[in-house]
């Protein structure tokens, strides 16, 4: 599974937020927006559980702010799962564009809406 890892710039992955990503079975790749906070956090965690990672950064000099909702849509059209933490604007946008392609969805962030099985393997 190709699973993009989302959130906010200020919120960082905490101890129980790596416990919870270690229990989403059949990741083969984790996908990530290239920014401070949740994605760089992804982006360490996965090298260090030995997972491949592939960074889809923004660009903002080309594509102004119209920049992160396009990498937003690159990313949900790649991967197969969205895996959500807390954030603002940007992470709202990620999810929509996952809803949207009906990917399944880890939905960590506080109040979610969304009950899942962590079990994935039969998903690719």
């Known amino acids: 599974m190709k699973l993009i890892i989302a959130g906010g710039r200020h919120y960082h992955l905490t101890p129980s937020d790596y416990e919870q990503l270690l229990q989403i079975t059949g ?3 984790v996908i990530c ?3 401070t906070g949740v994605d760089a956090d992804a982006k360490q965690w ?9 960074v889809f950064e ?3 000099q080309s594509y102004g702010k119209m920049a992160g909702p396009l990498r937003n849509r690159q990313m949900a059209d790649y ?3 969205l895996a959500v933490f807390p954030g603002g604007k940007g992470t709202d946008s990620m999810f929509e564009e996952a809803r ?3 990917l399944k969805i880890f ?3 506080p109040n979610a809406q969304l009950h899942f099985d962590f079990n ?5």
């Open 27 to 29: 990741i083969k790749t």
């Open 33 to 35: 927006g290239g920014a």
């Open 79 to 81: 991967a197969d799962a």
């Open 100 to 102: 949207k392609r009906d």
């Open 58 to 60: 923004a660009d903002w």
């Open 107 to 109: 939905d960590f962030r």
């Open 46 to 54: 996965a090298e260090q559980q030995g997972i491949p990672v592939k």
């Open 120 to 124: 994935t393997e039969d998903d690719s």
